[in-house]
């Protein structure tokens, strides 16, 4: 199973990719969420998570997309999309659920790339 190594100083973080279901932004932090709804905060912007993202995971990094300024989302867990209301649910269908919000502009954007996955027969 790959996993994301997200290292700094005396910390460590190493999570399953197909566990992870996002990344949000508070200020010079940022937190990963897992798909048992486990959250830890680690001390790198989202701009340099990306950065991480590119660099371990290569094309398989691509199943993240930054989703505006304060998420990075795995497209895998994309389970509902409501551009009217600004609403993003990821789930797996069983124990995960969030709940997240979202400019119109960027949901527009997400439902597009998922549209074109699956219209490509790039995802199950």
């Known amino acids: 199973m790959e996993s994301l190594v997200i290292s700094r ?35 790198y912007q989202l701009g340099q998570i990306e950065d991480i993202i590119d660099d371990q995971l290569g094309d398989a990094g691509s199943r993240f997309i930054r989703v505006g300024r304060g998420l990075i989302v795995n497209v895998d867990f994309v389970h509902f999309i409501d551009i009217s209301k ?10 995960c659920y969030h709940e997240l919000t979202a400019s119109r502009e960027v949901l527009i954007k997400l439902k597009a790339y998922k549209e074109a996955l699956k219209k490509y027969g790039k995802q199950e």
């Open 86 to 95: 600004q609403r993003l649910v990821l789930s797996d269908c069983l124990n």
């Open 9 to 43: 100083g005396t910390e460590m973080l190493c999570i399953p990719v197909d566990r992870l279901v996002y990344f949000s932004s508070d200020g010079n932090y940022s937190t990963a969420v897992t798909q048992d709804n486990r959250r830890q905060t680690v001390s």
